[in-house]
């Protein structure tokens, strides 16, 4: 760029706190013909070629993703993916991230997250039918993240639950590295007739543009407030308070908003639909010029406003929520306009579809800003990750339970595990939500592994969301992969098959190498999985940067599966349901103390890597006990996961409300592949074998109950483990062998209490 | 001209909200806080004061489990 | 036996009690702009957020064009259940004494309750037989999800409603999370042709997605009535 700078425009200073780097400063002059960005350009380039619009550090390594399947019916690229669910329906689903605005402000940030993520469903064109919850705060003891739960939770509650849409499933976890950055990830689910989905790619030049919902404030703008004021470069008083961080959600408008698009819909009256979600207007209108390869004229005059003076940046850069775009032939803006009065929701022709792919920004008629569509949507560079393995432990070691050590009686390790934050009942979290609601709730939380839907043919769906970032801290490959897996196993133990996956990569700064090392494994990992299970990603989301001065969030990819079972009233249990009953374990049995909850509990530093997972055997597995739900052979099934063995016979029995009589026998565990760093304090340093078969975790095996017949015929297909019955109200756990005896015994009160230790996190 | 309604729980009706914000003072450092009570403030524009009683018994307030007052600027 | 069930901008469940009245009868959905019944013989008011819980659940939706001839049809013995948000409006309606004030716990609740049924001989009870009886106690299982479901009414007010029979569901013991007085889940007004209730019976009337159907028992007593109506 040459000559002198024109001092009306913004300068290299303004570019770069907004984001940008010189290089890709100097590159957005280069696109805009040789001249550089007047406010408004510059306002928008930066946030399109933000890491959180332009996904500059992941765009390359998602490319490396299974995308394709036979029941893919709409891939990654549109507001949300869909899968053909049968019975002339699809489903579109899709998680996403407000990390950030959670931390700032746990009610609002999480109410819009859910807001955001709706709205992705119905622009394609589905009627939202579900949501999930996957939450992450630092440790329960922190005042903080009581702080941060309590908000989030009652802001998911009051956004799903007021505009009718159930919460019918989650997971929540406290872990110190999430201290500083929480994880808000919200997924949502709809349905829609085949054919009927919509697209946002905008066409036909002449074609009206159309601004729908609520009237736009200043919400969210704060960070391009460097542009604000007359003169460039100044800033009055009180100019910052006038410009929130906080984007602030109306459950009510888009209810309205939701009704509104639908209806439009099933009349043919749109050409495109697109949500506004980050980024407002440039990124809808940018996405939808884009994808269509056209261009767009977009008058902020004919916004509808509901702050006095905003300038025509703060226009376009808006987050203010329930808002859509979309595009309408001249001849249906009328109908479209009126159908937005019935649902009294604000509606405006701001626009117009040109040929030439340009993105021009007029005020009153006057060009007050022009760009390159291509260049403002698809030319952001592109960075290469560095990934390099850490050579020294990234993450401290967590606090040890002071009273507690491998040697412990196990009747205490597992009150001290059921009672834990990670595990303990979710209950007093999920009656928060209204799971009900719409009346296709077969399984709800605290009912099955997974949450499960009737549909109109009396199939249903199931969708879970999972994963463990410890387990992914510590091997980011094969923690993604069981994270996968676990998604599935929670889909097989109600009888469902897996159709497609979503994904939200929650990692920090991608810059440094060792975590773009965690990303590149853990990507690696969620491509192998999906294609192994042949549950391809159907869309997603990245969140990065998730680190402060504490150090980086654990990596987190966290999984949300959607899967098909033939008849609902086949759907599985996870409580044991009749005495009487055999209960059994099923499926390969590799199970280790690394990186598990009991090792958390007792303080033990993340190992260096998990054991590897026999993709082949746990998938014989999920598909063993998916066939048996199906057949109504067993009368419940659970995926042993967090706590292993002894906590999901705690669990089914604390579900079920039945007790257990249960014999491990002798010298049935595969030694542990990866011992334990022995711990420098006074304590055992090697954990007892059988401590390990009750608390040790891995992927693919499951707990079965059933008929004794029954459960025992699955050993045709997979390995079967006969360890007990089901009756009285007390769970006992024995050893069998040379060493019999009594390992463990309490009554269902005893562990009612331990599991209901959430309560007081909810004063 | 300028008007603000304020609306109160009734005396004597239990007010959840009020007793979860008095307990949570203390914690904060704030003591010797008694007799909290949360209720709401309507600010309006009104061209004949006169309407906003009727309003308050009609609309703005449920007269069974609110006392309001209102305030002409 | 037509039931018409109201759509405020913001209702909910509204859809829920459509599917679950068209187990009983004919059903359909009555907008709050209309004031055509469509010739319903009861009326539902259902859950759900109407009008956003705007100053008050229930207060703007009950000036609206069809519960203003859902007044005049109250008025004339019609029967009208309100359900959640619809006891709310009708309370606000003043079809029904007392209020709904913020649950005591301070939090929105979803759970599987317990009712004690304390009378049989109403429009809205008269199909929950005996054989619904456990241990001596006419019972209804039936989910309540709310935030704001406290009933109240000033003593003057409670003891004549007790007074007058008008109580017509009670919270089991134990299972009385909002903190109502007098443990009331559902109440009728003096002519008995008006119910309003917090819990859901719309969500109760399939094994499969309500785990019980006691809530069908409502909307049959309601049939019921209408045909014993139309026979005398």
Redesign the interface.
């Known amino acids: 760029m040459t000559g002198t700078h024109d001092p009306t425009l913004p300068s290299l200073e303004d570019a770069l706190a907004l984001g940008l780097t010189r290089a890709e400063y100097e590159l957005v002059c280069e696109k805009q013909g040789g001249r550089a960005p007047n406010q408004i350009e510059l306002a928008m380039y930066s946030l399109l070629w933000s890491e959180h619009c332009a996904y500059k550090h992941s765009r390359k390594l998602l490319r490396t993703l299974p995308t394709e399947g036979e029941h893919v019916v709409m891939g990654p690229g549109e507001n949300a993916g869909a899968v053909d669910v049968g019975g002339g329906l699809v489903c579109a689903f899709k998680v996403e991230s407000h990390n950030h605005p959670s931390a700032v402000e746990p009610f609002q940030g999480a109410a819009t997250g859910v807001g955001g993520i709706l709205r992705d469903i119905f622009a394609v064109g589905a009627r939202p039918i579900a949501v999930l919850d996957s939450l992450r705060f630092g440790e329960s003891s922190s005042p903080r993240s009581r702080y941060l739960l309590d908000g989030a939770v009652a802001g998911i509650g009051h956004y799903g639950n007021s505009i009718g849409v159930p919460t019918v499933g989650g997971e929540l976890y406290f872990e110190a590295p999430y201290e500083h950055n929480c994880l808000v990830n919200v997924m949502a689910l709809g349905l829609a007739a085949r054919g009927r989905l919509v697209r946002s790619a905008a066409s036909g030049p002449g074609n009206a543009l159309v601004l729908f919902g609520a009237a736009t404030g200043r919400d969210g703008i704060g960070g391009a407030s460097v542009l604000a004021s007359a003169e460039l470069g100044e800033q009055g008083e009180g100019e910052q308070d006038k410009r929130p961080t906080v984007q602030v959600g109306d459950p009510f408008e888009e209810k309205k908003l939701m009704e509104c698009s639908l209806e439009l819909l099933d009349r043919g009256l749109l050409v495109a639909l697109q949500d506004l979600g980050a980024a407002g207007l440039t990124s809808s209108a940018g996405e939808m010029a884009s994808k269509g390869g056209v261009g767009l004229d977009l008058d902020v005059a004919k916004v509808p406003l509901r702050e006095p003076d905003m300038e025509p940046f703060e226009v376009m850069v808006s987050e203010s929520q329930e808002r859509m775009l979309c595009v309408v032939e001249p001849a249906n803006v009328e109908a479209v306009i009126e159908l937005c009065q019935k649902w009294e929701v604000g509606g405006a022709a701001i626009g117009e579809v040109t040929a030439g792919g340009q993105l021009r920004v007029l005020r009153d008629g006057e060009l007050v800003g022009e760009m390159p569509v291509a260049a403002l949507v698809d030319e952001c560079p592109l960075y290469d990750l560095d990934p390099r393995k850490p050579e020294e432990p990234i993450y401290p070691p967590p606090p040890a339970a002071a009273e507690l050590s491998y040697a412990s009686p196990p009747r205490e390790l597992l009150l001290a595990l059921l009672s834990c934050a990670n595990l303990c009942s979710r209950r007093p979290l999920f009656e928060q939500y209204d799971s009900i609601v719409q009346s296709r709730t077969v399984r709800g939380p605290e009912q099955a592994d997974a949450a499960v839907l009737v549909l109109a043919d009396a199939s249903a769906l199931a969708v879970s969301i999972d994963c463990n970032g410890r387990r992914v801290a510590a091997d980011p490959y094969t923690g993604t992969v069981a994270a996968v897996l676990e998604c599935a196993a929670n889909l097989a133990c109600v009888g469902a098959e897996p159709l497609g996956t979503t994904n939200n990569l929650n990692f920090a700064n991608p810059e440094k190498p060792h975590v773009a090392w965690q990303m590149t494994e853990s990507v690696r990992g969620l491509g192998d999985a999906c294609r192994a299970l042949r549950a391809p990603i159907v869309g997603g989301n990245v969140s990065l940067y998730n680190e402060g001065a504490t150090g980086p969030i654990y990596p987190t990819p966290v999984i949300g599966m959607v899967g098909r079972l033939p008849d609902a009233r086949r759907a599985g249990r996870l409580g044991f349901a009749f005495p009487g009953d055999e209960i059994a374990l099923v499926g390969p049995l590799r199970h280790s103390l690394a990186a598990s909850e009991l090792a958390k509990l007792l303080g033990e530093p993340l190992p260096d890597g998990l054991p590897e997972i026999d993709l082949e055997a746990v998938g014989a597995a999920q598909l063993a006990v998916r066939e048996a739900v199906r057949a109504g052979a067993l009368s419940s099934a659970h995926d042993v996961a967090e706590g292993g063995v002894a906590v999901a016979l705690a669990e089914c029995c604390l579900i079920g409300g039945l007790g257990a009589q249960v014999e491990l026998p002798e010298g049935l565990w595969e030694p542990a592949p990866l011992p334990l760093p022995p711990d420098p304090a006074s304590r055992d340093a090697v954990p007892p074998l059988l401590t390990a078969a009750l608390f040790g975790e891995g992927s693919g095996s499951f707990l079965v109950s059933g008929d004794a017949a029954a459960v025992r015929a699955l050993g045709e297909r997979v390995a079967v483990l006969s360890i007990g019955r089901v009756g009285d109200d007390v769970l006992s756990i024995v050893e069998g062998g040379a060493l019999a005896g009594t390992m463990l015994t309490l009554t269902l009160d005893e562990l009612a209490d331990a599991y209901a230790s959430l309560a007081e996190l909810f004063s | 001209m300028r008007a603000r309604v304020l609306i109160r729980p009734k005396a004597g009706?239990?007010d959840?909200?009020g007793v979860?914000v008095q307990r949570a003072l203390p914690a904060l450092g704030f003591d010797g806080v008694e007799n909290v009570h949360i209720g709401r403030l309507i600010e309006l524009d009104v061209e004949d004061p006169n309407q906003l009683r009727p309003m308050c018994e009609k609309?703005?307030a449920?007269p069974?489990?609110e006392d309001y007052e209102i305030i002409l600027d | 036996m037509k039931f018409g069930v109201l759509q405020f901008p913001g209702s909910c469940d509204e859809v829920d009690a459509l599917h679950a009245a068209g187990k009983v009868g004919e059903a359909q959905l009555i907008w709050h702009g209309d004031r055509d019944l469509k010739g319903a013989d009861a009326i539902v008011v259902p859950g759900g957020f109407s009008y956003g819980d705007y100053l008050r659940a229930g207060a703007i939706a009950r000036f609206s064009p069809a519960m203003e001839s859902v007044i005049e049809f109250a008025h004339e013995g019609g029967l009208v259940l309100g359900i959640c948000n619809g006891f709310q409006v009708l309370c606000e309606a003043r079809l029904l004494p007392g209020a709904l004030l913020a649950n005591a716990n301070l939090r929105f609740t979803s759970r599987l309750l317990e009712l004690d049924v304390v009378r049989t001989d109403t429009a809205f009870t008269r199909a929950c037989a005996p054989d619904s009886a456990q241990a001596g106690r006419l019972m209804l299982r039936i989910p309540a999800k709310h935030a704001w479901g406290r009933y109240y009414a000033d003593a003057e007010t409670l003891a004549a409603i007790e007074g007058a029979g008008q109580v017509v569901l009670r919270y089991a013991p134990g299972q009385n999370f909002n903190g109502s007085l007098h443990d009331i889940a559902g109440v009728r007004n003096e002519h008995g042709n008006v119910f309003g209730l917090m819990p859901h019976p719309e969500h109760a009337v399939e094994e499969l997605t309500g785990g019980s159907c006691d809530g069908l028992r409502i909307f049959e007593s309601m049939r019921s009535a209408v045909e014993a109506t139309a026979l005398a």
């Open positions: 009706i239990l959840p909200q979860a609309l703005l449920n069974l489990v």
